[in-house]
């Protein structure tokens, strides 16, 4: 009788578990996590990603579609007007975006620079050089073809140069900023054309006037404006800049 009575209430038991397994299974399958990620926005990225470790493993995420831009030869292959950015510094220099890339949120506390005296959005990306170099020449040179309208001194980078190059996929002319750099060792004038790949200048030397004392790298800025700055505080402001990683002339 007592053991009838333990077996009932195991079955209901187990019925109720099986129950709620399926239930949650069913919640858990129709469960999407939704993260809108602006290009270019890490924190969101961060966000996602923080999201989805904490995340329970029977969750079953699988497909994430973060909204990727196409590759600039699938463009090409569709018959875009494609034309490819010159490297602004010797070597592989996708190696060398390894601390601010465009976009990144940069906060004095957990910046991958340190110490840190900037916050907010990088409107540029950041160039490294590497420990040999620090105390080596280092040629910067033009990305695009395009006038040099204009050379001068800027709170914040030290030396810098702005291009002006003519651009198809930006819908008008963009204006490339090159900052940290050397105004002494320039070697072009204000109003001169230039093309993709010549030399324009060097890199400002480490901690120096000439690289507004920041370390010795090269940050680059692509934008529809002439606005000089290379973080805003607001992400949307970021839509007036270009990402040198996925931008075509
Ligand atoms: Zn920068």
């Not at 990620?37 to 923080?50: F, N, R």
């Not at 800027?154 to 930006?170: D, E, F, K, M, R």
Request: overall charge negative; charged content about 25%.
């Amino acid at each position: 009788m007592g053991n009838e009575k333990r077996r009932g209430s195991s079955r209901v038991c187990w019925s109720l578990l099986l129950l709620l397994v399926l239930s949650g299974c069913a919640q858990v399958a129709t469960h999407d996590v939704m993260v809108e990620v602006v290009p270019g926005d890490y924190s969101q990225v961060e966000e996602l990603a923080h999201k989805l470790q904490k995340a329970p493993s029977q969750m079953g995420v699988s497909n994430i579609d973060f909204d990727s831009e196409e590759s600039a030869s699938d463009r090409a292959d569709q018959g875009e007007s494609v034309v490819m950015l010159t490297a602004p510094l010797v070597g592989d220099v996708q190696k060398r975006i390894s601390r601010k890339p465009f976009g990144i949120k940069i906060d004095p506390a957990t910046s991958p620079v340190q110490p840190e005296r900037f916050r907010g959005y990088h409107t540029g990306v950041d160039f490294e050089v590497t420990q040999e170099e620090l105390s080596q020449d280092m040629d910067v040179f033009a990305i695009c073809d395009g006038a040099i309208v204009r050379i001068d001194d800027v709170s914040g980078y030290g030396g810098v140069i702005t291009q002006l190059c003519p651009s198809v996929n930006a819908g008008g002319d963009v204006y490339v900023l090159y900052g940290h750099i050397s105004r002494t060792d320039t070697v072009v004038t204000q109003g001169q054309s230039v093309s993709a790949g010549s030399k324009i200048t060097e890199l400002g030397d480490h901690l120096s006037a000439e690289s507004g004392g920041e370390r010795k790298h090269l940050h680059l800025g692509i934008s529809r404006t002439q606005d000089v700055r290379g973080y805003v505080q607001d992400a949307a402001a970021l839509e007036d800049w270009f990402d040198f990683q996925n931008f075509t002339l």
